[in-house]
Antibody, heavy 117, light 107 residues
Framework: QVHLVQSGAEVKKPGASVKVSCKAS????????IHWVRQAPGQGLEWMGI????????YYAQKFQGRVTMTSDTSTSTVDMELSSLRSEDTAVYYC??????????WGQGTLVTVSS | EIVLTQSPATLSLSPGERATLSCRAS??????LVWYQQRPGQAPRVLIY???SRATGIPARFSGSGSGTDFTLTISSLEPEDFAVYYC?????????FGQGTKVEIK
């Protein structure tokens, strides 16, 4: 059974960085891209980027380039997303999602990141 | 970047009624058009992929249609659990974009 389990909620101060983890199980980790999507309170879904767990190749949304880094660890089947220079507008639920043929068939449970002084 | 525009923003309907949701793309998206449902406090779940294929376990009352730049999600007869927010999404090269969502609320 496929599972994506994310790390717990975080509270950060403006200017800090946050790292959110997404641990995959129940499938061959290297065979599926992982996307990161965030959702600010009461708002829609915003795509952040994609990582290929096999080779570590990444592609980030232009909005986040320079502030986001996605990495994968095949030994632990984990993908991390680090966002730096946090501001209040980064307060959101962050999701990892597995891509299967251009759609996401499994999502993590979401991680709330709160940015507040 | 392809922009997806969903309409209407909110759809107020009663259980048993038919819901028709629209997603319009700023340029042709081939058929990599996906529809998700999101209930409060939950992650999105895929309903329709490749514009018209139902995902595993999705009831037959959900259907998708369209091609090119205009796509539609239809819920033939609303059940109480269908009142939620619906998003369309497309993939172009490595990049995803989402529509802003349509909320289907109880009238």
């Amino acid at each position: 059974q496929v599972h994506l389990v994310q790390s717990g909620a975080e509270v950060k101060k403006p200017g800090a960085s946050v790292k959110v983890s997404c641990k995959a199980s129940g499938y061959t980790f290297m065979n599926y891209y992982i996307h990161w999507v965030r959702q600010a309170p009461g708002q829609g879904l915003e795509w952040m980027g994609i990582i290929s767990p096999a080779g570590g190749n990444t592609y980030y949304a232009q909005k986040f380039q320079g502030r986001v880094t996605m990495t994968s660890d095949t030994s632990t089947s984990t993908v991390d997303m680090e966002l730096s220079s946090l501001r209040s507008e980064d307060t959101a639920v962050y999701y990892c999602a597995r891509e299967n043929l251009s759609k996401s068939d499994f999502w993590g449970q979401g991680t709330l990141v709160t940015v507040s002084s | 970047e392809i922009v997806l525009t969903q309409s209407p923003a909110t759809l107020s309907l009663s259980p048993g009624e038919r819901a028709t949701l629209s997603c319009r793309a700023s340029q042709t998206v081939t058929n990599y058009l996906v529809w998700y449902q999101q209930r409060p406090g939950q992650a999105p779940r895929v309903l329709i992929y490749d514009a018209s294929s139902r995902a595993t376990g999705i009831p037959a009352r959900f259907s998708g249609s369209g091609s090119g730049t205009d796509f539609t999600l239809t819920i033939s007869s609303l059940e109480p659990e269908d009142f939620a927010v619906y998003y369309c999404q497309q993939r172009s090269d490595w990049l995803w974009t989402f529509g802003q969502g349509t909320k289907v609320e109880i009238k």
